[in-house]
């Protein structure tokens, strides 16, 4: 917040004072006089920070009271090119730090010998070398009863820890490297404790992809292995609940890295190759996350839990970028309504879902707004940039109203960025930490009046600044000046009548921030997506298999852990986009080549294969001829037939068609949603029309004709050769009645017979029959076909 609070808060009496620096004065006149007789040493000769390193790697209690003994350790390297004699590592003691901004400017220049370097403790706590060689670099451990220290009253004092020695180019005692840092004292337990909120994020980049196997499971994919490795021994997420379960913290936490390590502990996931196909994950992770999500269980059982939106979505992007892209705030919308869910289902606690944070707590009106949008009335803010303006002299409490229902909860800027650096270091992680209590305890001292503060740190920090965090925690819990208390609570609390509640505009958003949100583009993508994961849902007949997986994957699509990476961002958006295209594009129809059509009417299959393992529906085929004016489909330019297929089958819908007049005709096949929206690509093929000629219909009438007329013929030749037969023979009873036209074995009726066939099975095709590839074919659907992993 701003340092309106950097008063000069009371400190020891004049007297005290003055004694002192009479003290320090008459100390130094000696060695004063002894410099001036010294020649004076040239730039070349003058002592550097860079001659001695000094790290300060521990220092035990990090917040010492009456009684304790002071325990420092740590590492001196001589970095110079010339030997350092009588070496030796001593405590120094400053002046009390009496603001917060003093407190920042002592850790600026912590390592510089120009500037003061306090008062020596005494001979008797120091660690001597005889030399130091150039490269080489010492251990050491100095203890000191802090009453020796002589801290006088509470507050935070510099501390610092400085090797002095000599070289051969000065060859007099001098300080030639220091390490400061702070001493926070408070003797007694303080008047008033302040209300300190830590929040402890478990956060994650994004790991699931919208794949899934087929089956019952449904067989997660995982982009890679990373997180097993933040569940593994001393990995990140490990190391996060293993600290947190022993403090009093609020977890936020982010409902996606419960369902991926869900996913993970549940079954046999899977990783994506490069390649596109994926391998199976190790029994060991999956016993890992296991494990995590028991301990994990553990941990948050009597705490309070606070759920992000699922997904951890970007609030600043969606705001500044993403607004404008129609439906970009029903997924916050979407993400806010499964977190709950998803960690009572995991976790077993009902978490509150009241809190948005946005990326560093940077606020702007818009961003408060899309906030504000999901339902949460909590925003989780930052001082440096909700800033004071109304000149307070103190720190004041977390919670601001700021209209409309909607309470800002305004994190310490100072606390909340304590632990960004690079802390694999222990001279690094030991400077923070005591930095993160000195500016605390500065905090409380700064007015009798109570006050709720909130510590919002980054949202991943490494296994380093966890552990950092921890240990500046333990210490403040066990501390006199600081009382632990829920997020919840803090936001209750009454806010203080002065504090600043004016939220910032929009373009006093940083710059630096800005440049990392998610591109329009991205939110176009997404809305894209969504269009065609729509289109798709609607053919399915168990729609939860795919919106489930991909209303996840659009969520992590606008995840702030992107911000940095949008490479990466960019290609986990067009994997996703590219599954709903593949998986949409199982259901299709199959091209056909030219069809001809022999005649005034026949059926044309065409047919439509589903490769999911799922059966599809609420699809209608129509076929559409180009020129009805020769090809009718269903009596008219078009026809319309259902389409149900089971999965991993085909069917052959049939058309009946009517020619109307030769020639070739493009016939169009397209798949469309009940809705009339079209679903697929569609499918053209031509149809070759040969009709039957009144011309021709004649030349085969006559041939009729000639056909009857000559066996009309044959039949009374042979009568009349039959009669004259039976003239010269005389009439027999066996011959009687041989002539009856009612005979079976009659002439006439065999070739009547011969005749009728011609119309028969057995006869050639007659022209106006169906060609082949027209011919009518069963209804039932065809044989299962290959099966894929949908």
Known sequence: MAEAADFQRTSASPARRWLRRAGALLCGAPLLAGLLQLP??????????DTVSVSLDSLSPNAPTDGDTLTVSGTVTNNGKQTVTDAHVGLRVGP?????SAIDSVARHSDETQGSTGTDVGDKYEENFDKLPPGVAEHFTISVPVDKLDLGDDGVYEFGVALSGQTSAQPWDQVLGIQRTFLPWQSSDADTRTKTTFLWPLISTVHMTAKTGAGEAQTPEFLDDDLAKELGPGGRLTRMVELGKDLDVTWVIDPDLLASVDAMAAGNYRLQDPDGTSTPGSRENQAAAKQWLAGLQKAVAGKEVVALPFGDPDLASLAHRGTSVTGSLSHLKDASDVAAITVKTVLHVTPSTDFAWPVDGAVDPSIMKVATSAGADRVIARSDSLQETAGLTYTPSAARPVGGGTTAVVADARLSTAFEDDLTKAGSATLAVQRFLAQSLELNAQTDKQRSIVVAPQRMPTASQAQAMATALKALQGGTWSQPQDLTATAKDKPDPGATTRIPSRSAYPSSLRRQELRGTAFQQIARTQDKL??????????????????????????????GRSDAADGYRDGVEDWVDDLAEQVKLIDKSETKLSGRSATIPVTVQNNLVQPVGHLVLRLTSTQPT???????????QPVEIS?????SVKFTTSANANGRVTVLAQLFTEDGQPYGDAVSFDVKVTEVTPTVMLVIGGGVLLLVLAGFRMYTQRKRAAARQAEEDGPGPAEEGADEPGNPEAP???????????SGADDPEHPSDPAPDTAPESADPSGTGERVDR
């Open 534 to 563: 729509d289109r798709f849902r609607v053919v399915l007949t168990n729609q939860s298999r795919v919106v489930t997986p991909f209303g996840r994957a659009i969520n992590r699509e606008m995840s702030a852990s992107w911000r």
């Open 96 to 100: 009390p730090l009496t603001t917060r």
């Open 748 to 758: 006439g009726d065999r070739l009547t017979g011969e005749s009728g066939s011609a």
């Open 630 to 640: 020769r090809l009718e489909i269903g009596g008219k330019a078009y026809d319309e």
């Open 40 to 49: 004076a040493a040239g730039p070349a000769q003058a002592a550097s920070s």
């Open 647 to 651: 999965g991993g089958h085909s069917q």
